[in-house]
């Protein structure tokens, strides 16, 4: 009898349409191999290693916690980095960290129980693991960028053989 492997998880925000896409090409330009197998997020859940009844369990928890908490509204808002500790370059959330937070504890209150490396920090990455001077770049050549949008819904994603993640499924907010 085979045992079935683990799924690697995550949950995210999207960044919609044109901005996700955008911020994509510009990671990129910024050479980050990672730029087509990530698409454009906030994390609420980081890569978690799931067997297939926690996953169950937790899907159903992800439509419970949609259910108690309400749409809102996110601004972007000019770059960020975690150096030194980690070599990464973001936009910054500038409205909506706290619905984040919400969201990001709730989810991880549940059947799935995830220990965070970091404090949790929303973001979207827009340069990682690339040398210093295209985290110079990223930092500067992204520190005017602004955008709102309405965030309605979160992503579970998977990761799949290929290295590239995908969204599973889609949680609406419902209202609180």
Known sequence: MSVARPTTIGVSIPIPAPHGAYLQRRRADFGDPQAWQIPAHITLLPPTEVD????????????????????FDVVL??????????????????????????????????PVQRDLDFYYHPH??????????SLDRAF??????????????????ELGDDGVWRPEREFHLGGG
């Open 77 to 110: 808002r000019g770059t960020g980095t975690f150096r030194p500790l980690s070599d990464v370059v973001f936009i910054q959330v500038a409205r909506g960290v706290s619905n984040c937070e919400s969201l990001e504890r709730a989810l991880r209150s549940g």
């Open 124 to 133: 979207v990455t827009v340069a990682h693991n690339v040398p210093s001077e």
């Open 52 to 71: 297939a009844e926690a996953y169950a369990a937790f899907l159903s928890h992800c439509g419970e916690v949609a259910d108690k908490h309400s749409a």
């Open 140 to 157: 500067g050549e992204l520190a005017d960028y602004s955008v709102a949008f309405a965030v309605d819904a979160y992503h579970v994603y």
